[in-house]
């Protein structure tokens, strides 16, 4: 049976005495009986003089006409709900019934109606709407992921339109204001290298710049930049306002639904746009709420307004909705921060930037510090940890594995004395500095008072307050890997609404998502990377194929051919197929094969020149604990040494040519780790041997004799697209597999003959 949503909220009224004239809308119930009169009207319509109201119901109706012979339509309804707790109003007419729900418990309804065999559409209002036009690709939301995923799109060739609730957050940081970091900064530059634009943006407007990890080996150095938060999202406003094909517009999207081959999106403004594709990238804001303490309330990150209506049309449309939570240390004034007690931290001498280009020359131009939370600090969060919305049961959102709240260090980790704290500028034009590690949902005057426990902020002030916040996103399972979801053509998902945390992880979904639905809407081949091909392709089969219990976080550990997918050779991997999508121009590729033949070049040349030995080299080799040489030797056996790079062995090296230091850099990797990199290669060969086998969408797996009943549920649940995803799926084993390729060459096998 189908339910149709009507539009507008309605009040229930009881009136004094009979009205006059009843208001002029089109949803009005009215009914008189010996001992009172009754009104449901739109809440606009509410006349004068009544005698009690209750507003806030949303209404369904009962689509067709119903025979007077049928029974148990509103009875079936009104019992899916109960079991639920979920109450309501009856009204019946002539033709069909109208159920009435309480707002705060409609999107709940809709879910369960759903869930139940209910069809529940949203076919649109009879309210002064207007035609906004056709677009080929909307893109809800101009965070990280909406940026990517709309400056894609709109270079590709595609009408692009990105909504944002307020124009002047564009790309903003509500959190950290930094970019990369261990594993995130891979990510970085894997956006530059296939033409987005994070990489740019951050090098344009960096305060300082690391290399992290330098004491390990090269498949864990990760770039990271401390960003100035308010310039990064004015570049990025500007970028998406010069950009050709793109409309960089104002506005919230409350409802969306599918009709015609197109997807119909209506701002609050009543303003209704038809798009070819949709790119949900909304953050936090999908009914975001925010917890400080015992205040709660309805807000996006940084005070900005929530969208609460879309999660409501959303879960219409039956996307499997979810509720997650994150949250955001306090902002301190760095006047009042004694920083001569802080531990410094400076930016690396030799700048990697993110971007390959190097467009921009990135200074280091001010200091971060490093300071400790006590034992005090324990003691003043224990003994007011019933005052946490966390631990009293006020959250039901499931927060961050990785990146836990101060109040869930100090009670996971109770053995620790003392926990690391990152104070950080927020930009070059203020006084705020961010204080990583601190992130807490505390109210605020418990937040002041171990704040000033903690050496350096014994009297700081703070400028923002720390705060959780709970929001709606999708079950990842739900998505191909191209990021389109499984049952509805043309939609997509990108950054924290598919389930992840971090701007990173964001950006390279939103550039991935917008690439593709661009493709979807030229007809062409979906983009689809794997996991030995970048760490974009590992993040994304991930999701879409292991799922996430928590918001997901990348790592290195997450990928298993991390040697290969270093940060430094981002570019080898992935600029080629951003220069066949369309995203890398004729000039960046031409300067990035002429960087290959240089490699090639360097290579031949370390394999042909011959280093001599002499006193001065032998006694360095001696002195980092290697093996003096005698006679000559060859310059790549020298580089093979643990203890030799390019560095050491310039004084000794007298035919090497004036190339780019990433040249050399490049060349001593390929070199130093070249038994390593092969046997991963080997591993990579077989896993792509697993890729190319394909599974047919509609194999009913329950049919297959052999497979385990978890492997069952878990294969038409996620419904892999290859041998390989589905060995990735927990809950299905070796034996499953082997199953499933034998069925499958079967099958292959009847169509040869």
Not at 169 to 185: A, E, F, L, Q, R
Not at 456 to 481: F, S
Not at 638 to 652: E, I, M
Request: charge should be negative.
């Amino acid at each position: 049976m189908t339910l149709e949503i009507i539009d507008g909220i309605f009040s229930v009224c009881k009136l004094e005495k009979l009205p006059s004239a009843l208001p002029d809308t089109n949803f009005i119930f009215f009914a008189r009986t010996d001992s009172e009169i009754s009104l449901v009207c739109p809440t606009d319509f509410v006349p004068v003089g009544i005698l009690r109201r209750e507003d806030g119901w949303r209404a369904l109706r009962v689509c067709g006409e119903l025979d007077f012979s049928l029974v148990g339509i509103l009875a079936d309804i009104t019992s899916v709900l109960a079991r639920r707790g979920i109450s309501i109003f009856a009204v019946s007419t002539y033709d069909t019934d109208y159920i009435l729900i309480k707002e705060n418990n409609f999107a709940d309804a809709i879910s369960v109606l759903g869930e139940s065999g209910y069809t529940v559409e949203n076919r649109g209002t009879d309210r002064m709407k207007y035609d906004a036009g056709k677009i080929d690709v909307a893109v809800i939301g101009a965070g990280h992921a909406g940026i990517e995923a709309g400056l894609a799109s709109a270079r590709l060739g595609c009408k692009t339109e990105v909504f944002t609730v307020n124009l002047d957050w564009v790309g903003n940081m509500p959190c950290n204001p930094s970019i990369g970091g261990t594993s995130k900064g891979h990510l970085v530059r894997e956006i530059d290298a296939l033409g987005g634009e994070m990489g740019l943006a951050a090098d344009a407007n960096t305060l300082q710049m690391r290399m992290l990890n330098l004491g390990k080996g090269p498949a864990v150095h990760s770039p990271r930049a401390q960003i100035d938060r308010r310039a990064y999202s004015a570049y990025m406003k500007r970028t998406l306002e010069e950009q050709e094909n793109l409309t960089l517009r104002q506005a919230e999207i409350v409802d969306i639904y599918y009709d015609s081959g197109e997807w119909v999106l209506t701002t609050r403004l009543e303003a209704v746009y038809r798009a070819k594709c949709v790119v949900l990238a909304t953050g936090t804001f999908l009914g975001g709420r925010v917890y400080i303490g015992d205040v709660s309330y309805e807000s996006g990150p940084d005070g900005m307004f929530p969208a609460t209506e879309l999660s409501k049309s959303l879960k219409a449309l039956g996307l499997p909705l979810r509720r997650f939570k994150t949250g955001t240390p306090a902002r301190v004034n760095r006047r009042s921060v004694e920083t001569e007690k802080l531990e410094p931290q400076f930016g690396d001498e030799d700048i990697v930037p993110f971007s390959f280009t190097g467009r921009y020359e990135v200074k280091n131009t001010r200091e971060c510090y490093v300071t400790y939370t006590g034992e005090e600090t324990k003691k003043v969060i224990l003994s007011n940890l019933h005052r946490s919305p966390l631990y009293s049961g006020k959250i039901d959102g499931v927060g961050p594995r990785y990146c836990p709240s101060i109040e869930d260090k100090i009670v996971r980790f109770s053995e620790k004395e003392r926990h690391q704290i990152f104070i950080e500028p927020c930009g070059a034009e203020t006084q705020e500095m961010y204080l990583q590690g601190l992130s807490s949902s505390l109210p605020e005057d418990v937040q002041l008072e171990f704040l000033h426990t903690i050496p350096g902020l014994e009297h700081c002030e703070v400028m923002r307050t720390a705060y959780a916040i709970e929001y709606d996103c999708i079950d990842p399972l739900a998505l191909k890997r191209s990021l389109e979801f499984n049952d509805f053509d043309g939609l997509f998902g990108a950054g924290q609404f598919n389930g992840s945390s971090g701007y990173e992880e964001a950006a390279a979904q939103g550039l991935i998502a917008g690439i593709n639905a661009a493709r979807k809407v030229q007809k062409k081949n979906a983009l689809e990377l794997d996991r030995a091909s970048s760490y974009i392709g590992t993040l994304i089969d991930d999701l879409v194929t292991k799922g996430c219990s928590d918001p997901y976080r990348m790592m290195t550990s997450r990928s298993e051919y991390r040697l290969l997918l270093r940060q430094d050779n981002a570019d080898r991997r992935l600029t080629p197929t951003g220069y066949e999508l369309g995203l890398i121009s004729q000039e960046r590729y031409d300067a990035f094969c002429r960087k290959l033949e240089l490699i090639e070049d360097e290579k031949r040349r370390a394999e042909n020149t011959t280093i001599h030995a002499c006193k001065e080299l032998n006694d360095i080799l001696v002195s980092r604990e290697t093996s003096p040489i005698d006679g000559g030797i060859r310059l790549s056996e020298l580089l093979r040494r643990p203890q030799a790079d390019y560095k050491l062995l310039a004084p000794f090296d007298p035919t090497r040519p004036d190339y780019p230091k990433e040249v050399f850099e490049q060349v001593e990797i390929d070199i130093k780790y070249e038994g390593y990199i092969k046997r991963q290669q080997a591993q990579v060969d077989e896993m792509r041997r697993l890729e190319v086998k394909k599974i047919p969408q509609d194999i009913d797996y329950a049919a297959l004799g052999g497979l385990r009943l978890e492997a069952v549920e878990k294969l038409s649940k996620i419904r892999p697209e290859n041998v390989g995803q589905a060995s990735r799926i927990s809950g299905v084993s070796p034996a499953d597999i082997s199953v499933l390729l034998i069925h499958l060459e079967r099958e292959n096998r009847k169509h040869d003959k």
